[in-house]
């Protein structure tokens, strides 16, 4: 029973790694899809994390009774042979596109500290490649280390921010809309993440109890945490001129506690390179027989040289279209379970 919970737990710190990336431990995310909207973001919030709690668990559900491999094999349950082809093509640019631009994240952040660009993108790629090596067992162990870490801390600048601020701010720009749709496509946003990671774990699954223990922990972390940012951003008096909303919430004379929040950051970036990484791994290793470490290898030396180049275009071209494809493969995984055929 407590070998069950422990690998439950592990799979929802996985799930938590996997969406917790850089947009949304900055809080950056969390304003521009909630906050910005008002009281009712705790609303938004809610709606998110249940779609979240039931997009997790139905992956990992589909990925353990069909002991699938990789994303692509999902992608043949819930669309068929024929449009699995043309999504499986979009969602593998949309993962190299995502770890190239979170490697180039990895050198901006070591040129804010002063250090050189190819050095961060130089020790991020060596950080992927020792968790690949070992698998998915690497990523879930990783996950299940950096996870309980930044969420203390998050949690923790988010409660001194609030014990010392006790009034909501205002206005927010979005107060006048709905919150619903923002929250949806919110959750849309991070789905292909998740396909990428929770569809690799099947065959680690042992019991329906570890997938319905894991979607619980994630839906409790991670409500957790968005709330906390939430709430905290609630409370910043023009919290929108905020690049990065998380740095609004520390006092400018603790540069210790600055650095911290900066090497969270960093984490976040690295957690996201990882887990998109991780799912191009294994979508290549089912038609190359080679190891995980020579494929991941393989991968970060192709992409390293393309963390050099200006993708501003890429993403605005590419983005949108991404959008259109996790909406569509959201709505179709949510109601995938009440469908009496496939």
């Not at 938590?16 to 809080?27: E, L, R």
């Not at 705790?42 to 009774?65: K, P």
């Not at 990428?196 to 329906?208: D, H, P, Y």
Request: charged letters at 10%.
């Amino acid at each position: 029973m407590q070998k069950k919970m422990w690998n439950g737990l592990k799979i929802g710190l996985t799930i938590m790694g996997t969406t917790i990336g850089a947009g949304f431990a900055s809080g950056r995310e969390i304003w521009e899809f909630f906050t910005s909207y008002g009281r009712q973001s705790i609303f938004g919030l809610l709606i998110a994390l249940i779609l979240f709690s039931l997009s997790s668990i139905f992956i990992l559900w589909m990925s353990w009774l069909h002991q699938t491999e990789n994303y692509y094999d999902i992608l043949v349950l819930l669309l068929g042979n024929t449009l699995s082809r043309l999504f499986d093509t979009l969602i593998f640019l949309y993962l190299v596109s995502g770890s190239i631009i979170m490697l180039a994240g990895s050198g901006a952040t070591f040129v804010q500290w002063n250090l050189p660009f190819i050095l961060g993108v130089g020790i991020v790629s060596i950080a992927i490649w020792l968790v690949l090596i070992k698998g998915v067992r690497g990523l879930i162990n990783l996950n299940s280390i950096l996870m309980p870490i930044k969420t203390v801390i998050i949690l923790a600048i988010g409660l001194l921010y609030i014990s010392r601020n006790h009034s909501l701010s205002g206005p927010f720009t979005r107060h006048y809309l709905e919150v619903w749709p923002s929250a949806i496509t919110y959750v849309a946003f991070n789905m292909i993440s998740l396909l990428g990671v929770l569809s690799t774990m099947g065959k680690r699954i042992e019991t329906k109890g570890e997938i319905i223990f894991g979607g619980i922990t994630s839906i409790i972390g991670l409500g957790l945490v968005g709330m906390m940012i939430n709430l905290s951003l609630l409370r910043v008096p023009h919290v929108d001129q905020y690049e990065i909303p998380l740095f609004s919430l520390i006092p400018t004379n603790q540069p210790i506690l600055l650095l911290i929040v900066s090497v969270i950051l960093w984490l976040a970036i690295y957690t996201t390179a990882l887990s998109n990484i991780h799912a191009l791994v294994y979508r290549i290793q089912n038609k190359i027989n080679l190891s995980t470490g020579k494929i991941s290898l393989g991968i970060i030396l192709f992409i390293i040289p393309f963390t050099f180049i200006g993708f501003a275009n890429l993403v605005k071209v590419l983005y949108p279209l991404y959008g259109v494809l996790n909406l569509y493969v959201l709505s179709i995984l949510i109601l995938y379970p009440f469908q009496k055929t496939r």
